[in-house]
C-alpha cells in the first residue's frame, strides 16, 4: 500500500502515510470483518505498529532513496545486476516490519472464529475475480495492451511521460516477458489455501502466543520464497528478466527524464525524513 501510495506523489505520501494505521485496519477488516473487541485491539496495534515504523524504518527508507537517487543521476548504464540488487534492497526491508508485526497478528489470527475465515474465503474468492478481470483478458491482444498500459504507467510515475519509442520499446518487452498470469493466480490460490489451512490449525489447537508466532513466521517465509520447486524456477526467470527490462528502460530515459526521476526521489527521501520527525 505504502509503495503504492509513494508513487503517487509527495504529498499524497505524506498525507496517506498519516493516516496509514485507518487504511491498513479497513484493508484488514475488508478481508476478517472484525468484531467490536477485536477492531480496538487491532486498530492499537497498527497504531503501535506504524509508531516503530515512522521512527526506526523510515530514516533507513530515507538514505536507501538517496542512494537510489545518485546511481539514476549517474552517467554509466544501469546493468541488470544494479537492478536486481535494488529489488533484493526493497525486498528486504519487508524483513523487519513482520517480525515487529507477529505477536500482534498471532493474537488477532488466535481470535477469530469459524465465520470470520468463511468471510476471508469469500474476500479470496472476490480478489481472485479482480485478478482475473485486470490480467486474464480473453484476447490476447488485449492482454498485451493491459499490461503494456500498467508498465507505462508504473515507468511515467518516476520518469514522467515517455515519447512513442519509448513506449514500443517497453511493448516490445512485455511481448517477450515469461511472466505468466495464470502461473500466478495458481500460485496465488495455492498461498490462499495455506494460509486458511494454517490458521485452522492453530485455532483447533488452540496454540499458545509462541507458537502462533513461530507457525505464522513459517507461513510467511512461504509466501516469501514458495515451497514449490516449479514456481521458484519460474520466479527466478522472471525475475532476472524484469531486472534486465529495468536496466534497459532506465537507459533508454533521456537526461531530462532522469532529473525527473531523480527530483522525484529526493522530494520521497525528504519526506521520509520529515514524517520520522
Not at 7 to 36: E, H, K, T
Request: net charge neutral; glycine share 4%.
Amino acid at each position: 500500500m505504502l509503495l503504492t501510495t509513494l508513487l503517487s506523489g509527495c504529498g499524497a505520501l505524506r498525507f496517506a502515510y498519516g493516516q496509514a494505521p485507518d487504511l491498513v485496519y479497513w484493508w484488514l477488516d475488508g478481508y476478517f470483518d472484525f468484531n467490536d473487541t477485536q477492531t480496538d485491539r487491532v486498530r492499537e496495534d497498527l497504531v503501535a505498529l506504524f509508531d516503530w515504523h515512522r521512527a526506526t524504518q523510515l530514516p533507513d527508507y530515507a538514505q536507501l532513496l538517496t542512494r537510489a537517487r545518485a546511481q539514476v543521476l549517474a552517467p554509466e548504464p544501469i546493468t541488470p545486476a544494479q537492478v536486481c540488487g535494488w529489488y533484493d534492497e526493497v525486498v528486504s526491508r519487508a524483513g523487519p516490519v513482520i517480525e515487529r508485526a507477529l505477536p500482534a497478528a498471532a493474537s488477532a489470527v488466535m481470535s477469530l472464529s469459524p465465520g470470520q475465515l468463511q468471510h476471508v474465503q469469500r474476500k479470496y474468492n472476490k480478489v481472485n475475480a479482480n485478478f482475473r478481470d485486470d490480467y486474464l483478458q480473453p484476447d490476447p491482444k488485449d492482454r498485451l495492451e493491459a499490461a503494456v498500459e500498467r508498465v507505462v504507467d508504473r515507468t511515467e510515475s518516476l520518469y514522467g511521460g515517455l515519447d512513442a519509442a519509448q513506449v514500443e520499446r517497453i511493448t516490445r518487452l512485455v511481448a517477450a516477458s515469461p511472466f505468466d498470469p495464470e502461473v500466478w493466480l495458481a500460485e496465488r490460490q495455492q498461498r490462499q489455501r495455506d494460509a486458511l489451512a494454517t490458521v485452522r490449525a492453530l485455532l483447533a489447537e488452540k496454540a499458545p502466543p509462541d507458537q502462533a508466532q513461530a507457525v505464522l513466521r513459517a507461513l510467511m517465509a512461504r509466501v516469501q520464497r514458495s515451497p514449490r520447486e516449479a514456481y521458484r524456477q519460474y520466479d527466478e526467470r522472471l525475475r532476472t528478466y524484469n531486472c534486465m527490462v529495468g536496466a534497459q528502460v532506465h537507459n533508454a530515459m533521456s537526461r531530462e527524464q532522469r532529473q525527473v526521476a531523480a527530483d522525484r526521489l529526493k522530494g520521497w527521501s525528504d519526506d521520509f525524513r520529515a514524517m520520522s520527525r
